[in-house]
């Protein structure tokens, strides 16, 4: 009786300990966000776990920690059909491996769920690139261009700046630049046209004149701003050979001084005939200037 009684005892102790056994759940359902994924990127992975109550699930106090895969947050929720679990991970190795097994509460593990992380390198199977050149500042190749002309164009340009090329440029400069006061007294001279009927006879022989002497004491060299009518009329005796230019030259500027100085009025017809004379000097004294560069240039002389 004693031995029964003592078997009886130490048979719990004799049998082998029974085992928890885990259960693998089973996933019906798997989302990744995004669908396609790379090393290094963050990714969430939706897993449906159908007829699995969530409440029956808890979150391991510790998440797996292995080298190549950061498992950051585990959630669970309710499905339609279950439960689902999300899991947030960023992988650092490319190609398909498997998730490291999960105990999500006693008897429930997560295991076998395969990522598949694509790489670059993968795809294409390419060799790595050779280095690239160094890149270069925007705009170094147009300058190098312009460097480039330069040097080739250069003693091209020295020599015909050294030579007749360099007279001929010269001349050009100088003739452009000697035309100067006569657009300047063409264009004052159009713009006292178009106001002919609205300037009074006293401003418009102030206004004609000024733009005459300022004309001819730029193309002579010589002060006709401030000369008096009698140094007017010898200056234009000594730069003009026309003497029926000179005087109409003279009886014009008499008039001027009458109307200006002298309160005498004169007829619309009298100011335009005045202005047609101005006309006929600038041209006279163009044709000179012309007359005189083109003789210059023939004895080989640049000056005009």
Not at 150 to 174: D, H, N, Q, W, Y
Not at 179 to 191: T, V, W
Not at 251 to 278: P, Q, T, W, Y
């Amino acid at each position: 009786m004693k031995q029964l009684l003592l078997l009886l005892f130490l048979a719990p102790m004799l049998l082998p300990a029974q085992e928890i056994t885990e259960s693998p759940l089973v996933v019906s359902r798997q989302l990744f966000l995004p669908a396609e994924y790379y090393v290094g990127d963050s990714v969430e992975l939706r897993l449906t776990l159908e007829g699995v109550d969530p409440d029956s699930l808890e979150i391991p106090s510790a998440l797996p920690d292995v080298p190549w895969i950061e498992i950051r947050d585990i959630s669970i929720g309710k499905d339609s059909v279950g439960s689902e679990l999300t899991i947030h991970f960023t992988t650092y190795m490319p190609g398909t491996r498997t998730l490291p097994s999960i105990i999500l509460g006693e008897g429930k593990v997560l295991e076998g769920v395969k990522i598949h992380a694509s790489s670059i390198l993968d795809d294409t199977n390419a060799p790595f690139s050779s280095a690239r050149g160094q890149l270069l500042l925007p705009g170094t190749s147009v300058g190098l261009i312009l460097f480039g002309l330069l040097i080739f164009l250069g003693p091209v340009l020295t020599l015909l700046m050294a030579g007749k090329g360099r007279r001929f440029f010269r001349s050009i400069m100088e003739r452009h630049r000697g035309r100067r006061p006569a657009r300047i007294f063409y264009k004052r001279l159009r713009e006292l046209e178009d106001n002919f009927d609205k300037i009074a006879g006293r401003d418009f022989y102030f206004t004609m004149t000024g733009i005459l002497r300022s004309y001819l004491t730029q193309r002579t060299g010589e002060d006709f701003l401030s000369a008096t009518s009698r140094e007017f009329g010898f200056l234009c005796d000594r730069f003009f050979d026309d003497q029926a230019l000179i005087a109409a030259l003279t009886e014009m500027d008499h008039i001027s001084d009458g109307v200006k100085f002298g309160g005498e009025r004169v007829h619309a017809n009298r100011k335009r005939h005045d202005l047609a004379l101005l006309k006929d000097v600038a041209s006279y004294v163009e044709r000179r200037a012309e007359g005189r560069h083109s003789s210059n240039r023939r004895n080989g002389r640049g000056d005009v």
